[in-house]
């Protein structure tokens, strides 16, 4: 992906966290107490200074109550339909595969402190 690209897809991320955010009524120190994050990487993400983790994702959905997809297909429609359906695939694999992984290692993670 080149600069270029990922600074465009970081900032309609960020507009879209923001914009639910707001939506929600939060500041960005409750939405991060209410996800298990810092304010900062709140702020970091709405400021298009970094992606957030696949963790980090998965948890503002949880506060959201939205789906990862939800929150993708929002944040990157124009993206999504302008890309062959062979990407599109290569994506969703991708998306998929990296939520499986998140959600196996929390899993791992809970059952080993028990």
């Not at 600074?7 to 309609?12: A, F, G, N, R, V």
């Not at 963790?55 to 339909?81: M, N």
Request: proline residues 3%; contains cysteine.
């Amino acid at each position: 992906m080149s600069n270029k690209t990922y600074q465009k897809e970081l900032q309609k991320l960020s507009r879209t966290i923001k914009e639910l955010r707001e939506l929600f009524r939060l500041s960005q120190t409750r939405l991060a107490k209410l996800a298990g994050v810092s304010r900062g990487v709140i702020a970091d993400i709405e400021q298009e200074k970094r992606f957030p983790s696949s963790l980090t994702l998965l948890k503002l959905c949880t506060v959201f109550e939205i789906t990862p997809a939800e929150l993708c297909a929002t944040a990157f429609s124009d993206w999504q339909t302008g890309a062959p359906n062979n990407e599109r695939s290569l994506l969703h694999k991708a998306l998929h595969n990296s939520m499986d992984r998140v959600v196996t290692d929390a899993a791992l993670s809970k059952f080993r402190k028990k």
